[in-house]
């Protein structure tokens, strides 16, 4: 899947972020969410899974964005 397919969700492109290299939260057509975050080795996650960590403020604005 390709970002272009997604709708982001979090950070509005300006300033540090210009480069989508920062933590974000996308959704895509089917309705689920990608996050886009720092690799945390909090633990070791199942075969197949990765970890992300993301501040709290990127998942309160996705919050808000979704109406939830």
């Known amino acids: 899947m390709a970002r272009e ?4 969700l979090t950070g509005n492109g300006n ?7 920062c933590p ?3 959704r895509t057509a ?3 969410i990608v996050v886009q975050g720092d690799v945390s080795d909090a ?10 960590e993301i501040p709290e403020s990127v ?5 808000r964005a979704l109406g939830w």
Do not use: I
């Open 15 to 21: 300033g540090t972020c210009g480069e989508d290299d």
């Open 24 to 26: 974000n939260v996308y």
């Open 5 to 8: 397919e997604l709708t982001r």
């Open 30 to 32: 089917s309705g689920s």
């Open 59 to 63: 998942l309160r604005e996705a919050v």
């Open 43 to 52: 633990f070791t996650p199942p075969q197949g899974d990765g970890l992300v």
